[in-house]
């Protein structure tokens, strides 16, 4: 089969779960922002600052990946900033052809020049309303949902999952926990989960990326998480390619989904490439597979292009991109109608054209 080129799939409706508003900003909007802030950065030309943050994070160490947020990070203090990054965010995905997003931040990385909690979340909201609108004005309707994630380190989860359930009905959709797994183990986190659920919210967790089998049943048997943030290492519970171990078996007799992202995967050591990237045999066992672009500055990518990556790789048409996409949009976290609405209106026209 001949691999679906980049142009054809970006104009194809896509379903992201798993991407870092910080992780996506446009280079020139960095460098606009750090100039008014005084923040020096490692490169003034857009071209080749985006290049030192791919060649940066293309380190196969999970935490000198993380080191790059610190330029990011730092021009997001305010709430014109904030406003500014969230509607190029809606814009960006939307003109990648992704007809649904969920995107996260951590409000608690956003406090240095005085601003609130609330007012991080009204700032990132209010930019994803415009950016929403501009979008739909432009041909090119997303529906952006956000999630609020607590840095694992940190000792703050408890405060942010209220902060999520106190905006729930204002455009947050769901809580995360993020940041090095090694030695921060979800479990720190249990109050916050416990309340999620009493709450009746919903959650994702950073599990199964940089660390392996112990990360992903702490964040499903001890923490509930409703779905895996990367869970690429559950390979390690597959033997042979084919038999599944008792972890295995659980996630995918649940139809846990696993936010998997191929491009980052490989940039943190979690996957030699792509064409050796777990997906591959992810997807042959029909485990709720999704994938997503994680930080689409750090990889230099987006949707389309992780899709391509795939097609080439494994071979894969507009059947598997559908499936893809439509898991995504069964594992979302807004309402059911709302999912089923977008899957049977948007994604499955669309893809019966492409389909013939």
Known sequence: MVAISHSDIVKAPKALLHDHLDGGLRPETIIELAAEIGHELPATDPEALGAWFVAAADSGSLERYLETFAHTVAVMQTPAALHRVAKECALDLAADGVVYAEVRYAPEQHLEHGLSLDDVVEAVNAGFVEGCEEAAALGRPIRV?????????????????????????????????????????????????????????????????????????????????????????????????????????????????????????????????????????????????????????????????????????????????????????????????????????????AYAKLLG
């Not at 009746?200 to 509930?224: D, K, M, R, V, Y």
């Not at 390619?241 to 050591?269: F, H, M, W």
């Not at 048409?317 to 109608?337: C, H, R, V």
Request: aromatic residues 8%; negative net charge; glycine residues 8%.
């Open 145 to 349: 949902g956000v999630l609020l994630t607590a840095m694992r380190h940190a000792a703050r989860s408890q405060e942010i999952a209220e902060l999520s359930v106190r905006f729930r009905d204002q455009g947050v959709v769901g809580f995360d926990i993020a940041g090095a797994e090694a030695g921060f183990p979800p479990t720190r986190h249990l109050d916050a989960f416990e309340y999620l659920q009493r709450e009746n919210f919903h959650f994702t967790i950073h599990a199964g990326e940089a660390f392996g089998l112990p990360s992903i049943w702490q964040a499903i048997q001890w923490c509930g998480a409703d779905r895996l943030g990367h869970g690429v290492r559950l390979v390690d519970d597959i033997a042979g390619g084919e038999v599944l171990g008792r972890l295995a078996a659980y996630v995918r007799d649940k139809r846990i989904p696993l936010e998997l992202c191929p491009s980052s995967n490989v940039q943190t050591g979690a996957a030699a490439s792509i064409a050796e990237h777990p997906i591959g045999l992810l997807h042959d066992l029909r485990f709720r597979v999704t994938v997503n672009t994680d930080n689409r500055l750090m990889s230099g990518t987006s949707m389309s292009r992780e899709m391509a990556l795939l097609s080439e790789a494994f071979g894969w048409g507009w059947a598997e991109l559908q499936w893809l996409t439509i898991n995504a949009m069964k594992s979302a976290f807004i309402p059911y109608d709302e999912r089923l609405a977008i899957i049977n209106e948007v994604i499955k026209p």
